[in-house]
């Protein structure tokens, strides 16, 4: 099946500062990506949606301003949380579609702000 | 996108068959039924899709009643690598915007 990275696996990081994790698709070109966030012993909860060469589209109660989302490729969308409280730790997982009936998760990034 | 009911959780003895059930009694004509499974701290994996045939791969089979409200995903040898939580998702073919559930925590007993 196709691959999907993410990087970095784990990040730890003070409040405050501002992480960028990156999706990448490696042997395909994805238009549109997915960011997922996954609280412990929740579900996915659906962020975003990455779209290459325009503006995400975020679900509703996601603030845009804090998560910034860049698709600047076809096969790279990038997530930034900018400064970083405790209460943004969390698992954030991608997925990159690739065409129907195929979608492609990333391994997931777990974040730690102290 | 049709809302599924999966229970929330299910042991297995390893080397059974695991059937995991899945309601979807409001699925529209043209929506399909995707399987995930997701290991502890790991990206959801695909497992298998249908509309209304039957549909079996090398991981899995799954089997959707005749009305389509329900279906069962059926893992034929249950291995302890397959303990993780499994997600029914109701979801037109062609839209990727999958909406997760709770999903069934399979647990595959030595």
């Known amino acids: 099946g196709a691959v999907v990275s993410q990087h970095p696996s784990r990040v730890i990081c003070k409040s405050g500062t501002s992480v960028k994790i990156e999706c990448r698709s490696l042997?395909?070109?994805?238009?549109?990506m997915f960011w997922y966030r996954q609280f412990p012993k929740q579900s996915l909860m659906l962020m975003a949606t990455?779209?290459?060469?325009?503006?995400?589209?975020?679900e509703q109660g996601v603030e845009k301003d804090k998560f910034l989302i860049n698709h600047a490729s076809l096969t790279l969308s990038t997530l930034t949380v900018t400064s970083a409280h405790p209460e943004d730790s969390s698992f954030y997982i991608c997925?990159?579609?690739?065409?129907?009936?195929?979608?492609?998760f990333g391994e997931g990034s777990r974040l730690t702000v102290l | 996108d049709a809302k599924t009911t999966q229970p929330p959780s299910m042991d297995c003895a390893e080397g059974r068959a695991a059937n995991l059930p899945c309601n979807h009694s409001?699925?529209?004509?043209?929506?399909?039924v995707y399987w995930y499974r997701q290991i502890h701290s790991q990206g959801p994996q695909y497992i298998i899709h249908?509309?209304?045939n039957n549909e079996t791969n090398e991981m899995a089979s799954l089997i959707i009643t005749e009305d389509r409200k329900s279906s069962t995903l059926i893992l034929p040898h249950a291995t302890l690598r397959d303990t993780a939580v499994y997600y029914c998702?109701?979801?037109?073919?062609?839209?990727?915007?999958?909406?997760f559930g709770t999903g069934t925590r399979l647990t595959i007993i030595p």
């Open positions: 997925s990159a579609y690739r065409g129907p009936g195929e979608l492609f």
């Open positions: 042997d395909f070109q994805a238009t549109t």
């Open positions: 990455s779209n290459e060469g325009s503006k995400a589209t975020y």
């Open positions: 409001t699925i529209s004509g043209n929506e399909y």
């Open positions: 249908g509309l209304k």
């Open positions: 998702i109701g979801q037109g073919f062609g839209n990727e915007k999958l909406t």
